[in-house]
C-alpha cells in the first residue's frame, strides 16, 4: 500500500488553527513572514504558536527574498524544522541559505508553462524539497497564496530526484483530481481552506486532507 499523500496547511495565524490543521491531518504548518501578506505573523506570535504544535508535525518558516540578517534573527528564537524560499532566490542563493543556517530548505518555484521547469530543475541540487506553485499574476502583490492555478498536465510524468509539493488553487473540491493528474504524494494549500484572507476554517481544513488522503486522490498514477 502507497503511503497516505502529505499535507502542507500553509499561514496558519491563531492557536485554533493550529490545533484545527493538526487535528485534520496536516504534516507541515507554514507560518508567513512575509509583511503584504495577511498570513504575515510576527516572530513573538509565531513563537507561541510553534510552541504548541506536537511533535511529528514540521514546522516551516515562509520567507521571501531575505537577507542574512533578517533570517537570523528570524530564526533564534523560533523551533523552525524547514526554511521555504518564496522569492526571486537564486540557486547560488538558496545554497547559501541552507549552509548558513542548517536547516532544510523548501524553495518554490512558479510555474505556467513548460519552459517555467528549466527553471525548477536548477534548484534540485541545492535545496530539500520543492513547492511547485502557481507563478503569481504580473503585478500581484503576493508570491503565493493567490488561490491559482496551473495546468497540471504539465507535472505528468516527471520524477525528480527530490521530494515535492504541489500547490496553487487546491481545495477540497479538486485535490483529488490534482493528485491523479500529477502523480503528487505531497500538497499544499493556504487560501484554499479559508473562511476569509488569513482565517482558517476547521471543517475546510478537514475537507482538505480527507480528500487528499481519500482512495482516489492518494491513488498512484499508472
Same mark, same amino acid.
Given at each position: 500500500?502507497? @503511503?497516505?499523500?502529505?499535507?502542507?496547511?500553509?499561514?496558519?495565524?491563531?492557536?485554533?488553527?493550529?490545533?484545527?490543521?493538526? &487535528?485534520?491531518?496536516?504534516?507541515?504548518?507554514?507560518?508567513?513572514?512575509?509583511?503584504?501578506?495577511?498570513?504575515?505573523?510576527?516572530?513573538?506570535?509565531? &513563537?507561541?504558536?510553534?510552541?504548541?504544535?506536537?511533535?511529528?508535525?514540521?514546522?516551516?518558516?515562509?520567507?521571501?527574498?531575505?537577507?542574512?540578517?533578517?533570517?537570523?534573527?528570524?530564526? &533564534?528564537?523560533?523551533?523552525?524544522?524547514?526554511?521555504?524560499?518564496?522569492?526571486?532566490?537564486?540557486?547560488? &542563493?538558496?545554497?547559501?541559505?541552507?549552509?548558513?543556517?542548517?536547516?532544510?530548505?523548501?524553495?518554490?518555484?512558479?510555474?505556467?508553462?513548460?519552459?517555467?521547469?528549466?527553471?525548477?530543475?536548477?534548484?534540485?541540487?541545492?535545496?530539500?524539497?520543492? %513547492?511547485?506553485?502557481?507563478?503569481?499574476?504580473?503585478?500581484?502583490?503576493?508570491?503565493?497564496?493567490?488561490? *491559482?492555478?496551473?495546468?497540471?498536465? *504539465? *507535472?505528468?510524468?516527471?520524477?525528480?530526484?527530490?521530494?515535492?509539493? %504541489?500547490?496553487?488553487? %487546491?481545495?477540497?473540491?479538486?485535490?483529488?483530481?490534482?493528485?491523479?493528474?500529477?502523480?503528487?504524494?505531497?500538497?499544499?494549500?493556504?487560501?484554499?481552506?479559508?473562511?476569509?484572507?488569513?482565517?482558517?476554517?476547521?471543517?475546510?481544513?478537514?475537507?482538505?486532507?480527507?480528500?487528499?488522503?481519500?482512495?482516489?486522490?492518494?491513488? @498512484?498514477?499508472?
Amino acid at each position: 500500500m502507497s @503511503q497516505p499523500v502529505q499535507v502542507k496547511i500553509c499561514g496558519v495565524t491563531s492557536a485554533a488553527a493550529v490545533a484545527g490543521a493538526v &487535528r485534520a491531518g496536516a504534516r507541515y504548518l507554514g507560518f508567513n513572514f512575509y509583511p503584504p501578506s495577511p498570513r504575515c505573523l510576527t516572530p513573538e506570535t509565531a &513563537r507561541g504558536l510553534m510552541l504548541d504544535v506536537p511533535e511529528g508535525v514540521a514546522k516551516v518558516a515562509l520567507v521571501v527574498d531575505p537577507t542574512d540578517e533578517a533570517l537570523g534573527a528570524l530564526l &533564534r528564537d523560533l523551533p523552525v524544522d524547514f526554511v521555504q524560499l518564496h522569492g526571486h532566490e537564486s540557486p547560488a &542563493r538558496v545554497a547559501e541559505i541552507r549552509a548558513r543556517f542548517g536547516l532544510p530548505i523548501i524553495k518554490a518555484v512558479g510555474i505556467a508553462e513548460a519552459d517555467d521547469l528549466n527553471v525548477l530543475d536548477r534548484f534540485l541540487p541545492v535545496c530539500d524539497q520543492i %513547492l511547485v506553485d502557481a507563478k503569481p499574476a504580473k503585478g500581484a502583490a503576493l508570491p503565493g497564496g493567490n488561490g *491559482l492555478a496551473f495546468d497540471w498536465r *504539465l *507535472l505528468q510524468g516527471r520524477d525528480w530526484q527530490r521530494p515535492w509539493l %504541489l500547490a496553487g488553487g %487546491l481545495t477540497a473540491d479538486n485535490v483529488a483530481a490534482a493528485i491523479r493528474l500529477t502523480g503528487a504524494r505531497q500538497v499544499d494549500v493556504s487560501s484554499g481552506v479559508e473562511s476569509a484572507p488569513g482565517i482558517k476554517d476547521p471543517a475546510a481544513m478537514h475537507a482538505f486532507v480527507a480528500a487528499a488522503q481519500s482512495d482516489e486522490g492518494a491513488a @498512484q498514477q499508472p
